[in-house]
């Protein structure tokens, strides 16, 4: 088993963060602003994409499809146009996804992992690989910054501008966000601790709750030491023994509970009361109607960000009509597969994982992007499935509503 890089004491119960208060905005004179200019570029051109505002937003956006960037995009800029925007991406470029970005003026760093990542990082997965790249970026053009939000680019949209909470640039602390479990009555959390940090992390942190890495927020200050804490980890030589996707949560926990971000460049706040929703937790509201619904904590207060909007179907659906200014089934994902209604043609066959998606094309979608998939099921989820379809072997089942696909034979 993996030793622990140091020996952690039990943590102290954490005191609940102060709710952050709105800071004023200021309007710009005249009405709206012009957005920044979209700029893409190879990763190798990182230092000539300086940031044009003092605040930066960083995601990482990983075969993630042109329809969940326009929302998570579109949702942003309608509460705040002069925010930086930094993506990467990986190549190839979706011409639609090109057009996303210049729209709503983002910035994209195209890569290569083959050809552009170090070979330590071997087939590192993009849920870990993200965080040395934005410490990469902050370590070049950090002088330029004054507040960063690091954030899940699939599942996130905007009811508000979330550097409003802040308060005075560069001091604001760095601000996390629980779940609705502690470690040790969650398998995937304790799991990812386990076995990374052994048992003796394990058990002295197993009373603390979840907290999620998708979405956090600070000053540059407290951002720095953040990822500072997060890349030394993953850099350790036994690092790559416990890598996977969602592995990047254990270690933030571990570095959050453990205080290897200083307190007082730390601030961990609840579901409740907090201004940042994930929807993992039951913890929230959806009220207002159908065609924009509001996203309320239990104190009724408007979230300013609502990450994994795809565990509520009625946001999702909300969100695509809202946000997604075109029609998606023009993009061609879906060209090279064969499709079938009411039947799911790989019952119990060649599962790789189910994802969040709402409509049998934006399933299609996904296994077009996601290499080694070669068919999927659209039922009660989206199944993703990695062997190709054979009518003597399969077995498929009546399913009604279903939608499968398949590749068609070249």
Known sequence: PVQPVQP???VQPVLPAQPAQPVQHQVQPGGLSLLPVSRIAPLADMANLAPVSR????????????????IFLNSFRKHNREASIVFWLNAPLHQRTREVLTRFGADALIYDAAKDFPASWGSYHPSTT???LFKAYLDRHGSLVDNVL????????FQDDPFRYLGAPQGAPLWVYEEDTIISKNGWNEGWIRDCFGQQVTTSLGKNTVICSGVSIGGIVAVQRYLEEMTKVMATEWFHK???NGVDQGV???????????GEFLRIADQRSGWIAHLQSNFYHVGGPDDAPVVTNNEGEKFAIVHQFDRNEKLALAYSKLYVYWNIEEDGYCDAFETRQDLDLFFKQCDMGKTGEITAYTCCASCAVRPGCKGWTFANGCWLKNCDYDPQSARP???AGAVSGYLKQQ
């Open 130 to 132: 993200r965080w040395p």
């Open 397 to 399: 089942k009546s399913h």
């Open 8 to 10: 952690v004491q039990p």
């Open 55 to 70: 605040n930066v937003v960083f995601g990482l956006a990983h075969n993630t499809l042109p329809a969940n960037l326009a």
């Open 150 to 157: 690091m954030i899940d680019t699939r599942d996130s949209a």
């Open 242 to 244: 416990c890598e996977r």
């Open 252 to 262: 933030h926990n571990v570095i959050i509970h453990r205080r290897d971000v200083q």
